[in-house]
Structures are given as structure tokens and as C-alpha cells.
């Protein structure tokens, strides 16, 4: 029990954290949809249907799969789609791909589904392979130690700037397969069968299989009836730091643990270092967007901390600090609704939103990707009809890995985020240095999939 116990408690904290861009992607800025495509392939579109002055509603477009959101999960699974020979719309309610924020932690699960994307390595070339982890106190005191392939050889860890993640995905796919400016304004099914969307430009188009990938406050959920994600009770500030010459940090996860407060810094690139702080708070708080409010508040929480965390503060750019209220979902069975309906189908945040205290929510969305479109192409090789116990299928192979990790997920969060003195005392001076153990911590992180 106290191995069990302590492992919970060393769970990694919110880490959740160049190709050229412009070049390969200025396609995707098209204002216009791509012509229709069959469910076998990446084949020609049909021509748009002009709209008569005296029609009461725009016509209809129709596509064969249109996935909702151009974040990690829906460009993950356009890719993966698309590497088996099924293309897709993806539908993005922003001007351009949603490029801002810091960085996430991809450990070897994640891994494994981008080599299998085929852009596994193009992205190892641009960021730093983390060696071990270290865990301090709030006064600069190391607490233990880890070197992450001491426990498991074949662990591999990075932090990954999202900015080109997102880029890299982008570019794996045609020309045209991105449409932006498309904001989801309803969604419905319809006597054929289908599922209808309408945009709020008055596009409209129906869709055999639509993919939510929408994020956290993801609509497509909302009208399957899922509930809004739980606030559990912390927020984070983010940022990622920049060093104009070299940062002078090893390649280690730092993690500083206080009462009712904890941080954490991990290298990404020779320049640039990701910082979280993660602190208590009854509720969410006003939203605020000023980064120079939000670089005064997270300076202020650890005032009094190690020095080289508030360095990093101190030389991170504007535009890469955030801060987020912390949300799950708890996908009860027998409770919650299926990730299916009909044609309809979750991936990623949209379907499971989870806290970062093990830095797999990137892992599972880009694992739901790749699972969700292997099934997919089986099925349609086999015919349309085979599609909703595909979808299905889906569904009831992920539950039983994503439960678990969401609510592991929140006990690790809730407990690192404890204020009481004596405790705290307790959880430094016996149970990190003494009890932890990285090899059952890091379980979670293997993951097997049949190749794409």
C-alpha cells in the first residue's frame, strides 16, 4: 500500500506543457472547401453546387468523413487517415491553425504513434531527449533523483513545442484538406442518416462519419449529451522561457514541491525552457489575458523559490505565457455516453479531458488516432454498413485505458496539491526519498497498436 501510495504521489505534474511552416502550408489558408471524396482514398472532389438567389437555404456539401477541430487530435487523425489511403475534411472554427501556447510532454507511447505517422523523427531532430527527473523542496533542497532508462530502456521523453507539432501534422496532408473560419454552429442528423453541420457563414454540409475533435468545450460532445468538464480545483500558469544564446539547464523534468503549490521546469531546446506553476484556487477566476498580469502573478507565487525558476519567468516572451483552470471528465460506465452515436465519434479532449499530472493528454488523443482510424479503414473496406460497430469497437477498446488514467490523473493532482504542513513534511522528508519507486510510475506510458 505505501508503494502505491507513493507512486501516486511522484506522478508527472503538468507538462501539459524547426520544419518551415510557410512554405509547405500556405495552401491550407483557402477560404474555399475542397471538392467531395470517396471513402477510399485522397480521390477528386466533386464541384461545388451554386446556390440559386431564390433557394431558402444554401445547398447542402457533402463528404464522406469531415473531423471537427485542427488541434493535436484531429490533425493526428486526419494524418493517420490519411497514411491509409482515407481522406477527410477538417473543419477549424480559427483564421489559421491555433499555433500559441508552450509545450506538452510526449513520453514513448506518444512516440511510437507519430514514427508511426511517419514524423516521429523529423520532430526528435528539433527537441531535447530528456534524461532523469529531479524533485525539490520549495527552499532549493533536492528530494530524489531519477534517470528515466535506468527503470526502462526504452523510454523516451520530450517536450514538445505544440506550435510545431501542429505544423508538422499540417503539413503530412493535400493540399485543401484544412478549412478555416469554419465555426460549428449546429449539428443535427438527418432522414438519410447522415449528420448535418451548419457553420456560422450559413455553410452547410452533411457528413457519413463526422470525428469531434473539438477540444475541451468541444460542441460535438455537448450534442451527444456529454456534460461539461469538472473544474477540479487548481489552475496552472504556463510559459515557455528563451534563452537568446543557451539555456543552461541538463536535460531533466525539475519538479519544486511546496504547500498547496508546485512547479516545475523541463528544457525543450538548446534556447527554450517550459515552466508550469500549479496552485490552488476555489474557482476558476476571471479570465485574464494581459501578460503582464499573468507574468506578475505566476513571479509572485514563487517569490521565495529556487532562483533559476524565476529566471525563466523573467525571460519568457509574452505570447507563450497562459493560464488555464484544470478540468477532467469521468467517464462513468453505464453513466456517461458512448464516444459514438450513429456516424458521430470523439477523439482526444473532446471525448476525455483529463488533467496533465501524467502528461499523457497529447499521448491518449494521438493514441485514440491512430486506434480510431485503423478501425475505420478495416471497416470501410469491408462497406459503408460497417462503419457504426467500427465506431463502436473504438469506443470499448479505449475506455478501459482512458478511465483509468483520467482518474489516476486527478488523485495525483489532488495530492500534490496538498497544504497541510505536517503532510507536506511527510511527503518530503519520507515518502519521495524513501518510498518512490519511477518504474510503476511509468507503466501507464506503454502502449500497444497495430501498425498503420
Known sequence: MAKSFASLLLLNSPLSPPSSFSQSLHHLQAKTFPQSQSYYGVG???????????????????????????????????????????????????????????????????????????????LRSQFLEIQGMVVKSEDGREL???????????????????????????????????????????????????????????????????????????????????????????????????????????????????????AGYVPVSPTKVYWFICFNSPSPGPKITDPSVLKKQARELVRNWPSELLNIIDLTPDDTIIRTPLVDRWLWPAISPPASSGGVVLVGDAWHPMTPNLGQGACCALEDAVVLAKKLSDALRLGPESVEGALRLYGSERWPRIFPLTIRANLVGSLLQWDNPVVCSVRNNVIIPKLVRLGPILEHTNFEFEPL
Request: proline share 5%.
Open 144 to 262: 530524489r533523483s531519477f534517470r528515466f532508462k535506468d527503470e526502462d530502456e526504452s523510454q523516451e521523453v520530450r517536450a514538445v513545442e505544440r506550435r510545431i507539432l501542429l505544423e508538422t501534422l499540417a503539413n503530412q496532408l493535400p493540399t485543401d484538406s484544412i478549412h478555416f473560419s469554419s465555426k460549428l454552429a449546429k449539428i443535427e442528423r438527418i432522414e438519410t442518416g447522415e449528420t448535418l453541420l451548419e457553420l456560422e457563414d450559413g455553410t452547410r454540409l452533411s457528413g457519413k462519419i463526422v470525428i469531434g475533435c473539438d477540444g475541451i468545450r468541444s460542441p460535438v460532445a455537448k450534442w451527444m449529451g456529454f456534460s461539461e468538464p469538472r473544474y477540479v480545483g487548481h489552475c496552472a500558469f504556463r510559459g515557455l522561457g528563451f534563452f537568446p544564446e543557451r539555456m543552461p539547464y541538463e536535460p531533466k523534468v525539475n519538479y519544486i514541491y511546496g504547500r498547496g503549490l508546485r
Open 44 to 122: 477528386t472532389r466533386t464541384k461545388p453546387i451554386s446556390a440559386s438567389m431564390v433557394e431558402a437555404q444554401p445547398p447542402v456539401r457533402k463528404e464522406d468523413i469531415i473531423i471537427v477541430g485542427a488541434g493535436i487530435a484531429g490533425l493526428a487523425t486526419a494524418v493517420s487517415l490519411h497514411r491509409l489511403g482515407v481522406g477527410s475534411l477538417v473543419l477549424e472554427q480559427a483564421e489559421s491553425l491555433r499555433t500559441g501556447g508552450t509545450s506538452l510532454t510526449l513520453f514513448k507511447n506518444g512516440w511510437g504513434v507519430l514514427d508511426a505517422m511517419g514524423v516521429g523523427n523529423d
